[in-house]
């Protein structure tokens, strides 16, 4: 069975910065396409950067040059550091897996960019 949960996910300034987590749990994270994707209030659900089994790596362009997927294989774990937040950047973020032909997500982790 297949879990991800996110974490690190808060309120903070506009201008400051979060790191989220997603720790995996029945695969092997870096043998799989992964992803963070973010659904703000009212708006459907995008992807926000994305990082596949070869390491090659794709960020929405409102969030290049302040967003850094990475993951870490010895924690089994995928990261999303974020810097120079923006109120736009507010909303739920989610992180996914590609496994085989299904897409499987997490519960969610909740980022609030407000002064």
């Known amino acids: 069975q297949v879990t991800l949960v996110e974490s690190g996910g808060g309120l903070v300034q506009p201008g400051g910065s979060l790191r989220l987590s997603c720790a995996a749990s029945g695969i092997i994270s870096y043998w799989n396409d992964m992803a963070w994707s973010r659904q703000a209030p009212g708006e459907q659900r995008e992807m926000v950067a994305s990082?596949?089994?070869?390491?090659?790596?794709n960020y929405q362009a409102s969030v290049k040059g302040r967003f850094t997927i990475s993951r870490d294989s010895a924690k089994n774990s995928l990261y999303l550091q974020m810097n120079g937040l923006k109120s736009e950047d507010t909303g739920v973020y989610y992180c996914?897996?590609?496994?085989?032909?299904?897409?499987?997500w997490g519960q969610g982790t909740q980022v609030t960019v407000s002064s």
């Open positions: 990082i596949t089994r070869t390491g090659f790596t």
């Open positions: 996914s897996a590609l496994v085989g032909r299904d897409v499987h």
